[in-house]
């Protein structure tokens, strides 16, 4: 290693600790029925604050890309994080008013959020050129495990301080978090090689033999094929997550305590998934990966919606958070791999609208059927039936440098690797 560089595994640490905090987010569910309780919100209001956060976590996922070309990784982290801790602490001062509440979280916390999930996936994917499916699961796997330490930490907070006070304490240590890790984040030299070692075999079938260019991504309809598979598999998921405490509570009648656990069990499929999966996509393929992630959601989807044991409900719940916690694994590879590393922070990052997306349509569907009937069990099957949809999309978005004149279709199937 030249002396002068920083040891990579350094810089991996500190993306996992940033994504760590970032991903405490996902622990929403655990606040939605104190801050009913406590401020007169309805369910949607409660749940469109989760949703901006995300829909706003994805816009600015783009500019926090486009940015990190420019000023490099360290001061893009330092200021997102700065978003996300003040974000939290004035969400924490709003008290009773949604308005002032959504616009502190949703929206400048949803900003910071947005400019650090990228940094730590944009820049290990070329400190790692090796083992880059690993690597991209490995730099978003703290962000799905986030919950796991915040969900009970929050729920002990919020019974000994209130809720006001335990976002202000959540602020404040998000801002330690993630800007200190900010400051051992930049990028390695062009074209960086780790002593003794090769770029890992390519095992991907037509990838990218070149480096494309933000608008050349994007006059590819691959582009929009990857964005509409990580749409659907996030939308899947992230309607689970925003519901998942008072579901439990409701369908399995356990207290608030066990369901804060089961937020943090998730959480664990979340992060796990982004490394089991990103890793097997290594082997045998990222769109056969995502075939098989669609499906997985499919069949529990359905059957989560017809079950009332506590236990049955934890597993289903964490098969369907492995599968996403893959997409989001698996994607930024499946990115680089047809569009070339270089410029993956503007491509993929703009790609991460389809998170935002996901964000705010899946929660509100959800939440707004589960109040219109009473129940979740629609809400489930309709989100089964689209996840059997997805699973059809692997066989047709083949690489953009085929030249082919074969049907979609039998070129799609060949994309998927045997």
């Known amino acids: 290693m030249n002396p002068k560089l920083p040891n990579r595994w350094l810089v991996a640490a500190a993306g996992v600790v940033m994504q760590i905090a ?82 502190s979280y949703g929206v400048l916390g949803g900003i910071g959020l947005g400019l650090c999930y990228i940094v730590p996936v944009a820049t290990l994917i070329k400190w790692f050129p090796d083992r880059r499916g690993m690597m991209t699961g490995l730099a978003v796997a703290g962000f799905g495990a986030g919950a796991l330490i915040t969900a009970p930490v ?21 801002l330690i978090l993630v800007t200190g890790s900010a400051l051992f984040m930049r990028s390695p030299p062009e074209g960086f090689r780790p002593p003794g070692s090769q770029a890992a075999p390519d095992r991907q079938p037509q990838s990218a033999r070149r480096d494309y260019s933000f608008g050349e991504a994007l006059r590819t309809w691959q582009w929009y094929g990857l964005w509409a598979m990580l749409f659907l598999n996030t939308l899947a998921g992230i309607s689970l997550i925003s519901q998942i405490s008072p579901l439990s509570q409701e369908v399995t009648h356990v207290s608030a305590t066990v369901a804060a656990g089961l937020v943090g069990a998730i959480a664990i499929a979340n992060g796990s998934g982004r490394l089991l999966w990103s890793w097997l996509s290594d082997f045998i393929g990222r769109p056969r990966v995502f075939l098989a992630m669609s499906l997985v959601q499919a069949v529990a989807f359905l059957l989560l919606a017809r079950v009332q044991s506590f236990g049955l409900v934890a597993a289903l719940s964490f098969a369907i958070l492995l599968c996403y916690g893959g997409g989001f694994g698996t994607m930024p590879a499946f990115t680089a791999d047809y569009y070339g590393a270089r410029n993956v922070g503007s491509i993929y990052g703009l790609m991460l609208t389809a998170w935002g997306s996901a ?24 989100i089964g039936a689209v996840m059997f949809f997805s699973a059809l999309l692997p066989f047709y978005v083949r690489p953009p440098n ?16 045997n």
Request: some cysteine; glycine content about 14%.
């Open 22 to 103: 970032l991903g405490a987010v996902y622990a929403w569910s655990v606040f939605r029925i104190p801050l009913m309780q406590s401020y007169g919100w309805t369910i949607p209001q409660a749940t469109l604050i989760f949703e901006l956060a995300i829909f706003t976590l994805g816009l600015s996922s783009f500019a926090g890309g486009w940015w990190l070309r420019l000023a490099g990784p360290r001061l893009v982290a330092v200021v997102g994080g700065i978003c996300y801790g003040l974000g939290t602490v004035l969400a924490g001062r709003a008290g009773g008013d949604l308005l002032r509440f959504t616009l």
């Open 154 to 174: 929050a729920a002990r907070l919020i019974a000994a301080h209130g809720i006001s006070q335990t976002f202000v304490i959540l602020g404040v240590s998000y």
């Open 359 to 382: 964000g705010l349509i899946g929660p509100t569907f959800i939440a707004y059927i589960r109040q219109s009937t009473g129940r979740y069990t629609e809400a489930l099957d309709l």
């Open 402 to 417: 085929v030249r082919t004149t074969e049907p979609a279709a039998v070129v799609g199937a060949r994309s998927i690797p």
